[in-house]
């Protein structure tokens, strides 16, 4: 089934960005490429909570919070798919993990910390 590998997170600024990316290791493209595939954060004390989805066909959705602000994009050619996030503030701080559904099995990444703090 493979493995969801993050990169991307760190310490920013409020008001900067950062760019996630995962990436589906092991998994073979006529998996990855019809999976749902999404990006969900964790703050502390905080339950997990959804971020942004996109779909087999690039259909993207977002959580109110962050629409505007992040952009979730998919590159099947090479099993990836990333998150953009513009104009960060200190409440998106939380661990970033990437998430994958098919047919109803999920998975998910290790996560990735996000701190924004000045």
């Known amino acids: 089934q493979g493995q969801l590998v993050e990169s991307g997170g760190g310490l920013v600024q409020p008001g900067g960005s950062l760019r996630l990316s995962c990436r589906a290791s092991?998994?073979?493209?006529?998996?990855?490429?019809?999976?749902?595939m999404g990006w969900y954060r964790q703050a502390p004390g905080k339950e997990r909570e959804l971020v942004a989805t996109i779909s087999s066909s690039r259909t993207p959705e977002y959580a109110d919070s962050v629409k505007g602000r992040f952009t979730i994009s998919r590159d099947n050619a090479h099993k990836k798919v990333y998150l953009q996030m513009n104009g960060l503030q200190p409440e998106d701080t939380a661990v970033y993990y990437c998430?994958?559904?098919?047919?109803?099995?999920?998975?998910w990444g290790q996560g990735t910390q996000v701190t924004v703090s000045s």
């Open positions: 092991g998994t073979i493209t006529s998996v990855f490429n019809p999976s749902m």
């Open positions: 998430h994958r559904n098919l047919h109803g099995r999920e998975f």
